[in-house]
């Protein structure tokens, strides 16, 4: 049975809580993406931002995917090599950026290029999921999934807001 939007969105956000990630702190990066470039941003518009990201059903879907294989890795649950690969966020595999990639490109090249300069710099949340070494968390889907959400939202940011940006001036 397909799950209704709603309900889909209020399992993503309990996902999202249950693993120790909050809107604000995927809010703060989308801040700090925006100021160099929007000097009259604010935390709720960011926050707003955030929150529409999620909404988006394919965003949803990508933050169950994730967080589950995360889990399914933590419970040793899945098969070998995949169970190595995924406990050691082995440089080489790549899809989890690609799963975070669905996020980012619902909202187009600046979503693109914001998420690449999160997952290089590791900034605030992003260092605390990806720094899991030597605990028994796996958050090697999460780290890219909130770097993908915000880079959403700062790219929502930009193209609803082109008028307080002072480029544009």
Do not use: W
């Amino acid at each position: 049975m397909v799950q209704s939007g709603s309900e889909l969105h209020k399992v993503a956000l309990k996902r999202l809580k249950d693993r120790g990630v909050t809107l604000e702190e995927i809010a703060e990066l989308v801040y700090d993406l925006q100021k160099p470039y929007l000097t009259e941003i604010a935390m709720d518009l960011c926050l707003d931002n955030v929150q529409a990201v999620i909404r988006k059903r394919e965003v949803q879907n990508a933050i169950l995917t994730g967080i589950e294989l995360d889990v399914l890795c933590e419970e040793n649950k899945l098969s070998s090599p995949l169970q190595e690969i995924i406990k050691e966020d082995e440089g080489l595999y790549g899809i989890d950026e690609i799963l975070a990639l669905s996020i980012v490109n619902v909202y187009g090249s600046i979503g693109f290029t914001n998420y690449g300069f999160l997952d290089k710099t590791k900034p605030k949340i992003i260092s605390r999921l990806d720094n899991h070494k030597n605990t028994q968390e796996t958050h090697t889907f999460l780290d890219d999934i909130v770097g993908a959400i915000a880079a959403a939202a700062a790219s929502r940011v930009a193209h609803d807001n082109p008028e307080i940006s002072d480029i544009m001036k």
